[in-house]
């Protein structure tokens, strides 16, 4: 059974907006990146992104940017279960496997603002995978959520989420 998953939301914002806010890695880290994101998204290049509940930085490898439209990364698959919102701290973060899963962003002009969709794939067929890919799900779920609050309203959901 292949894993992969996708998830999407409804922003009110033009979609070169919405784009911006995560291409711009300030911006990126106003809303989503507790830890900071580093670097340039742009194809072939490799960015740093942290978070506060997840320990350490990851490499995020840019595969594709096509400006207003669709982002391509790999990173590390983490294959463990999804932190634990109330310990994040006590979360062991060590289940980096020796492969790379691939997410998809698009983006796509709709009647009043930009539809995002974000699709991940490429786990190996294993329960530990699959706890991996219900956490990624719910970051990516998260992010949505996380960025609408802030294109929309302003407002940084992630702000203290987890402990700095």
Request: charged fraction near 25%; include cysteine.
């Amino acid at each position: 059974m292949e894993i992969k998953f996708r998830v999407a939301t409804r922003i009110s914002r033009p979609v070169d907006e919405v784009f911006k806010a995560v291409v711009d890695p300030d911006q990126l880290s106003g809303y989503f990146t507790t830890g900071g994101a580093q670097g340039k998204m742009e194809t072939g290049a490799t960015m740093q992104w942290e978070f506060h509940d997840y320990p350490g930085a990851f490499d995020v490898e840019i595969i594709e940017v096509v400006e207003n439209e669709r982002i391509v990364l790999q990173w590390p698959a983490y294959e463990s279960d999804p932190p634990n919102v109330d310990g994040a701290e006590d979360h062991d973060s060590g289940a980096e496997a020796d492969y790379n899963t691939t997410v998809t962003m698009t983006f796509k002009s709709v009647e009043g603002g930009t539809m995002v969709e974000i699709a991940e794939e490429g786990w190996r067929d294993s329960d530990a995978a699959r706890r991996g890919s219900y956490g990624n799900c719910q970051g990516w779920s998260q992010m949505l959520c996380c960025m609408k609050a802030w294109i929309e309203h302003g407002i940084n959901l992630r702000e203290g989420m987890y402990k700095a």
